[in-house]
């Protein structure tokens, strides 16, 4: 009899986290290694937030909350969603879990039965094929090419939708790209998604605060506002304060549907940790002073990155509008040979010898579900990513 159950047996571990573990293992092993494959900011989690979990601790708020977040937290959710989205939230519509991850995962898991569709905009981020795998789900794959800046198109979705499905996920900004959709975009799948009253939609809104050159940021349940009955909204303090290793992401929902997400919670994680929760509450309802600061040096990064890929021979890397990604093509470069003979057949090979060659750790676009592309996170310093891309050019310009 097998160890593994069937149900894990249909999912494959991340690839983002296992590019950034070979490339930690050759910098151990003494290799001048420059890591673009984490997705995490490189800032540091801001110090009035710190204190908050310091003066939480000294104040004994170690206890355990409500399974799915404490009413303190809730509250300074409902505040947020009315403040930045136009969203009117009560403190019952509100999830809260270790992350934005298993706020999705407690979604899905509370909703899919076997046989159930989620459709999923390719390039995805790497965890909704296969949290919709192990919730028993069947992951429908709809891509964005890259001439429509990797978005989802109206008549794309349409043709994609059947009976069985259950949710489309919309990730704006995206992961891996940095595609964000502009009101119009929304309010055009909005349209299509009126004509399907049983598809329920998840939009991650995880990099929301991290957008360029003014673009205005909304989410579709304030764009249609008549979808916000089957609109879950996820959001997190992950990204936007430098919190990825405290773990609080959190959703606004249908009352029906956040009961459901309880009950999972209640029954597996309780709730996240009462003290990174205390630190959420002073990022959402503290200062916001320190957002337009590290937004503009994401955009610095961003535009250093994206023209000197574009220097690169056989590389093209579209300008995206947010997030800390590029998503580069080297559509230039298959069929050419590496200077150890190595042919460049896909993004797979590419990632391989390019880590081999020059040290610079990427992620592979198969990974995403768009080849062939990959993906570059700039969450590092300007001198780094210069190095970086120097690098890069150095090795496509080695190919022949
Ligand atoms: N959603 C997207 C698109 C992400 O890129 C990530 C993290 O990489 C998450 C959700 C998960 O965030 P968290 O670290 O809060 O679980």
Redesign the pocket.
């Known amino acids: 009899m097998s160890l593994q159950s069937s149900a894990l047996a249909r999912v494959k571990p991340s690839a983002t986290i296992a590019v950034s573990a070979k490339a930690r293992a050759l910098a151990a092993a003494g290799r001048d290694i420059i890591g673009l494959g984490a ?1 995490e900011p490189d800032f540091d989690t801001p110090d009035n937030i710190k204190q908050a979990a310091i003066d939480a601790i000294h104040r004994g708020e170690t206890k355990y909350t409500d399974a799915d977040g404490m009413p303190e937290l809730k509250k300074a959710i409902v505040a947020k969603f009315a403040r930045e989205n136009g969203l009117t939230y009560e403190v019952s519509q509100i999830h809260v879990a270790s ?4 706020v ?1 995962y407690n979604a899905l898991l509370a909703t899919l039965n076997p046989g159930d569709e989620v459709l999923i905009p390719a390039p995805y ?1 790497v ?1 909704y094929p296969d949290m919709t795998l192990l919730a028993g789900g069947e992951p429908v794959f709809v891509t964005g090419e890259e001439k429509d800046g990797f978005k989802l198109r109206p008549e794309v979705l349409e043709a994609a939708i059947t009976p069985r499905t259950k949710w489309l996920i919309l ?1 704006s900004p ?2 891996p790209t940095g595609a964000a959709y502009t009101r119009a975009e929304l309010e055009a799948l909005a349209e299509v998604l009126r004509r399907h009253p049983q598809v329920w939609i998840l939009t ?1 809104d ?2 929301e605060h991290l957008t360029f050159d003014d673009f205005e940021y909304t989410t579709i349940a304030q764009v249609a506002p008549d979808l916000y009955d089957r609109t879950l909204t996820v959001n ?1 303090v ?2 936007a304060y430098a919190m ?1 290793g405290w ?3 959190y959703a606004g929902g249908p009352k029906a549907l956040i009961d459901l997400m309880r009950k999972v919670a209640s029954q597996t994680t309780s709730n996240p940790s009462s003290v990174s929760q205390w630190a959420a509450v002073e990022a959402l309802n503290g200062t916001q002073d320190f957002l337009k600061p590290r937004n503009d040096a994401f955009q610095a990064r961003r535009d250093l990155v994206v023209s000197m890929l574009n220097q690169a021979s056989g590389i093209r890397c579209p300008n995206p509008e947010g997030a800390f990604y590029v998503y580069p093509s080297i559509e230039g470069l298959i069929g050419k040979t590496t200077p150890s003979g190595v042919v460049i057949d896909g993004d797979d090979t590419f990632t391989t010898e390019l880590l081999e060659a020059e040290g610079v750790a990427v992620v592979q676009g198969s990974a995403f579900g768009l080849s062939p592309y990959f993906r570059v996170s700039y969450a590092t310093s300007e001198a780094v990513l210069e190095e970086a891309c120097t690098r890069i050019q150095r090795f496509a310009a080695s190919l022949k």
Request: aromatic letters at 10%.
């Open positions: 997705g992350g934005g991850k298993p999705i981020w965890s990730n995206s992961n991650d995880m990099y997190g992950s990204k990825t773990r609080i992401g």
